[in-house]
């Protein structure tokens, strides 16, 4: 398998950005730990996804409810969230991390997320695979984003509820607290053991799976 990014390739370079996932010659000889996936089955995906989309939803229903006798507050505040998260994934990460991902370099790669297809149906691969470890730094690097995108209902709907308390609001805000957990459970036990990207991905920096 080769190992080097295709812009490094050219120089000679070798970034060992894929560790081997060729089985070795005897079985004995495996590596212990867990399998690295070149292409991640679709249920994982979908489900990694969906978790994300049901998160970003009871945010927003979270906020619109905890406001719901300020509508002037509620919709842009509850909008704003649903489309900041949303962007900041589906659109940003692929735009703007992806490019200089390993799984931008896999022939019939999918990655835990399915963003490298989103990615290169968006633009080229990254002439410089480096600037890939690079967006977990600054204030607004995708790291960051990406965290916001998980918190953000919290202090949003909160001092709403402490106002006028309702089950309406608080279902919904309790429902993010748990998909926070379950998302990160899920990110460290079954998504990032797996990804080729793991050690150098921005997503796990931030202690969030993408
Ligand atoms: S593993 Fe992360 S950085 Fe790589 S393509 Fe998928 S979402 Fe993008």
């Given amino acids: 398998m080769d190992s080097r990014h295709p812009a490094r390739a050219k120089s000679g370079a070798t970034l060992h950005?894929?560790?081997s996932v060729e089985p070795p010659a005897n079985p004995g000889d495996q590596a212990p730990g867990p399998r690295p996936f070149r292409r991640f089955a679709l249920w994982r995906v979908l489900s990694l996804d969906g978790l994300a989309v049901l998160?970003?939803?009871a945010g927003c229903l979270a906020i619109l409810a905890a406001y719901r006798g300020h509508?002037?507050?509620a919709w842009p505040l509850g909008l704003t969230y649903l489309v900041f998260a949303t962007v900041q994934l589906f659109v940003l990460m692929p735009l703007v991390v992806c490019p200089g991902c390993v799984y931008?370099?896999?022939r019939d790669g999918r990655c835990p997320s399915g963003l490298n297809l989103i990615s290169a149906r968006l633009c080229p691969?990254?002439?410089n695979a480096l600037e890939?470890?690079?967006r977990s730094h600054g204030a607004l690097c995708q790291s960051k984003l990406t965290w916001w995108s998980w918190i953000a209902p919290l202090p949003l709907a909160l001092p709403g509820l402490a106002l006028s308390f309702s089950?309406?609001?608080a279902a919904p805000t309790a429902l993010v607290v748990a998909l926070i957990a379950i998302r990160r459970l899920a990110s460290r036990r079954a998504v990032c053991p797996h990804c080729l990207a793991h050690r150098w991905c921005p997503a796990s920096r931030a202690g969030a799976g993408a």
């Fill in 104 to 106: 931008r370099t896999i």
């Fill in 132 to 134: 890939f470890r690079e």
């Fill in 71 to 73: 509508p002037v507050l």
């Fill in 55 to 57: 998160h970003y939803t």
């Fill in 125 to 127: 691969p990254s002439p």
């Fill in 167 to 169: 089950w309406t609001a």
């Fill in 17 to 19: 950005l894929v560790p």
